[in-house]
T-cell receptor, first 111, second 112 residues
């Protein structure tokens, strides 16, 4: 099925570093969502974006809905050990009920 | 806690068997979605129901079916199971309008 291009696939960073990941799509979306998934659990919503150009923060997390409607990025500032997990972007097009997920970015924090 | 409840948490069964996965959406949510996640893979959309009716279909196999009941809970039926059906199956629900999906903690299916 259709998937978004999410990069990078994995990141190995030190505690305290900033993190940036992004998603691109060949289709225009009217909704971009960012989720985090930890082992054995379902994806948990981090940030929801509904307008092109929208920049939204949730604590140390900031996400933007790209102006072209075909991309979005997520930044995490000053990473901490509990940020470890897999981050997924997801998008929904106009008149489309289906939410398409990116392939995920696995974040690992090096001691 | 997302408010979406899935049972059972784990399921181990043999090839050729049939299983039923159950989902209770968040209170007030009319839409229920089912996703499959294989090992180290992304989430693949299977099917969506809205207020008891099928609304959208993804790459769901003919061996799989789902329904949503009047009380809005949903069941995903998987039959003639194959080894490749082993995966995490997630249910999600959402409210009206431009709202996000809220996921349950999934059912881990192992087919031996």
């Amino acid at each position: 099925g259709q998937q978004l291009n999410q990069s990078p696939q994995s990141m190995f960073i030190q505690e305290g570093e900033d993190v940036s990941m992004n998603c691109t799509s060949s289709s225009i979306f009217n909704t971009w969502l960012w989720y985090k998934q930890e082992p054995g659990e379902g994806p948990v919503l981090l940030i929801a974006l509904y307008k092109a150009g929208e920049l939204t923060s949730n604590g140390r997390l900031t996400a933007q809905f790209g102006i072209t409607r075909k991309d979005s990025f997520l930044n995490i500032s000053a990473s901490i050990p509990s940020d470890v997990g897999i981050y997924f972007c997801a998008g929904r097009g106009f008149g489309n009920e289906k939410l398409t997920f990116g392939t995920g970015t696995r974040l690992t924090i090096i001691p | 806690d997302s408010g979406v409840t899935q049972t059972p948490k784990h399921l181990i069964t043999a090839t050729g068997q049939r299983v039923t996965l159950r989902c209770s959406p968040r209170s007030g949510d009319l839409s229920v979605y089912w996703y499959q996640q294989s090992l180290d893979q992304g989430l693949q959309f299977l099917i969506q129901y809205y207020n008891g009716e099928e609304r959208a279909k993804g790459n769901i196999l003919e061996r799989f079916s789902a329904q949503q009941f009047p009380d809005l809970h949903s069941e995903l039926n998987l039959s003639s199971l194959e080894l490749g059906d082993s995966a995490l199956y997630f249910c999600a629900s959402r409210g009206q309008g431009p709202s996000p999906l809220h996921f349950g903690n999934g059912t881990r299916l192992t087919v031996t």
